[in-house]
């Protein structure tokens, strides 16, 4: 750990040390994130990737932990050349072993980004080149995260676009007999301002990849993995996601919109419905779509905002068809009990905008306030419910097909302490309904265990 500061410390050195023998504007960034679980009845329900189990009475705990980030840019002072890279100390929970226990960290540093951003040179329109390990955004309902690729950027015709390629899995070719392929996405966006306060966006992205799997675990995808960074490397997939987002304001009034439809076909594929246990092998068609809209009006000091989403879920463990949306890679934060709306980003029972393979459909209305110059707050109702019932047998032997998880009332507030320190906390109370009794220790039809989280996190960024 004492070597690798020191590396970084004599890159930022040797940067500072160019920036004025070569007219580079260096900048050092921070992010020293610092959450708390103050307290759940219910830790056992936030585990990652719908792995959570709702036992029979309270599970409670708290604790705390750090995510950290650092960057610098070292870039031209006339902005035609930029370089960046970042680091990042994530998820240390205070005493856990092996992370943060007696005598300190065992776990390096990650790699957050590294990329070289670039201008065209001799071209009237600004167009740009970024590759490296980047942020990407797709769209916030299907792609948003770190990736490694290139993306070519810019402006034409009074349009912006972004064209893309992407490595998410990449598979190194040993003999001439290795036919795999790599998991790759090629993306392409153009987006459009017909006039003052319309927006409109429109892309296309195509996901490919051959695994060639050899053994039949090889192939074997359950419905709680069901997002593209979790099997793009075991299945062949020929994926296509067409979309249109953007957003409208007149005068106090606001409207966002996203729109997707996906098709293609998955092969070589052995696909397990986690929730019935059903399973079914072979080659099947894709055909899903996600719908999501806000509508909102700024009043004073407040902001009213009704949300709602549709993600098409599978219908049929049985057919040769897969109908459910599926997400490549993001973090969606728009439930504090179900996604990952409170503090502890690491600690969630799902980071998609939809449940297993069911799909989803949120509605939720939010009101935020402005308190003073230095303080906010806000409130927000939620229900929630999978676009497909969630079918099981329960603990008895019986039947159960559900499809309401619950109304969920969630709250923050956040105060500015310094400058750049926030305080922040979160609540969050979800009424669980029908849905969630699948995932209860003892599934007897009837949802019993209601979930609290209440976090907190003070935030220095700069």
């Not at 009704?306 to 068809?321: I, K, L, P, Q």
């Not at 926030?422 to 949802?447: I, K, N, P, R, T």
Request: net charge negative; aromatic share 12%; proline share 2%.
């Amino acid at each position: 750990m004492k070597r690798l500061w020191g590396i970084v410390l004599s890159v930022v050195m040797a940067a500072v040390m160019v920036s004025s023998a070569m007219a580079v504007d260096f900048s050092f960034h921070g992010d020293l994130n610092n959450r708390f679980l103050l307290y759940t009845n219910h830790v056992d329900f936030f585990q990652p990737d719908h792995k959570g189990t709702l036992s029979d009475g309270e599970t409670s705990d708290n604790f705390a932990e750090i995510k950290y980030r650092f960057w610098f840019d070292a870039a031209t002072d006339d902005g035609k050349v930029k370089g960046v890279f970042a680091t990042e100390i994530g998820g240390l929970r205070f005493g856990e072993s092996g992370k943060a226990a007696y005598s300190g960290d065992s776990i390096a540093m990650e790699v957050r980004w590294a990329y070289l951003d670039f201008q065209f040179p001799n071209v009237e329109n600004p167009a740009r080149v970024r590759m490296g390990l980047q942020p990407i955004e797709v769209s916030p309902y299907n792609w948003q995260e770190t990736i490694a690729g290139v993306k070519f950027y810019g402006e034409a015709a009074g349009m912006g676009y972004e064209l893309a390629w992407l490595r998410g899995h990449e598979v190194q070719v040993n003999d001439s007999d290795d036919d795999r392929e790599d998991a790759d996405a090629l993306y392409g966006r153009l987006n459009i301002k017909p006039n003052d306060g319309l927006d409109v966006g429109l892309f296309a992205m195509y996901q490919g990849g051959d695994a060639d799997a050899s053994s039949p675990a090889d192939n074997t995808v359950s419905s709680r993995d069901w997002q593209v960074k979790k099997f793009a490397d075991k299945v062949d997939l020929n994926l296509w996601t067409l979309g249109v987002d953007g957003g409208m304001t007149s005068g106090k009034l606001f409207v966002n919109w996203d729109l997707m439809y996906q098709m293609g076909n998955i092969d070589n594929i052995t696909f397990s419905d986690y929730a019935s246990g059903l399973s079914r092998s072979g080659d099947f068609d894709m055909s899903a779509y996600f719908a999501h809209l806000d509508v909102g009006m700024k009043i004073g000091a407040h902001k009213i905002t009704y949300t709602f989403w549709y993600a098409s879920g599978d219908d049929d463990a049985r057919d040769g068809d897969i109908n459910a949306y599926v997400a490549t890679d993001l973090d969606r934060t728009d439930s504090v009990c179900l996604m990952e709306g409170g503090y502890l980003d690491d600690d969630y029972f799902t980071e998609r905008p939809y449940v297993l393979d069911k799909g989803l459909i949120l509605n939720k209305l939010a009101l935020d306030t402005k308190l003073c110059e230095k303080s906010r707050a806000g409130i927000a109702l939620l229900y929630m419910m999978t676009a497909e019932d969630i079918a099981y047998t329960d603990s008895l032997g019986r039947p159960q097909s559900e499809s309401s998880i619950g109304m969920e009332v969630d709250a923050y507030y956040a105060r500015k302490i310094y400058k750049n320190v926030d305080f922040e906390l979160s609540l969050g109370y979800l009424v669980s309904d029908g849905a969630l009794d699948f995932f209860e220790e003892v599934q007897d039809g009837d949802a019993e265990e209601d979930i609290f989280n209440a976090t907190s996190r003070i935030r220095y960024k700069f």
